[in-house]
């Protein structure tokens, strides 16, 4: 294989099947509308548009969930303590500081 057919492969492979150009867009459109009819082409486009809005919606909650989640694991709770304090059981010291 040449460098020439490997470049057109790897274009073919990059954008699908190659560019789609106008004349492609209108053959694609003539078939749907052959296929669906043209009474079904407006309710077809409408629930394409919902679900596309329905997809954005989720994602953004999913965003802002992740972004909540990260700000809440990076702030300490209230009640909670920047310090730590190690608990040490005391000790009797006597006064020449010495422990019994």
């Known amino acids: 294989m040449g460098p020439d057919q490997f470049r057109i492969v790897m274009n073919i492979l990059a954008f699908g099947m190659g560019n789609l150009g106008g004349p492609d867009l209108f053959i694609i459109l003539l078939i749907v509308l052959v296929l669906f009819g043209a009474k079904k082409l407006p ?3 409408r629930s394409l548009g919902q679900s596309m809005n329905e997809f954005k919606k989720a994602r953004e ?6 972004h ?4 809440q694991a990076s702030q300490p709770r209230p009640g909670q ?5 190690a608990a040490v ?3 009797q010291v006597t006064p020449g ?3 019994p």
């Open 97 to 99: 500081g010495r422990a």
């Open 61 to 66: 909650e999913i965003d802002r969930e992740l």
């Open 89 to 91: 059981p005391s000790a």
């Open 81 to 85: 303590s920047t310090q730590h304090v």
């Open 43 to 45: 309710d077809l486009a």
């Open 68 to 71: 909540n989640v990260a700000g």
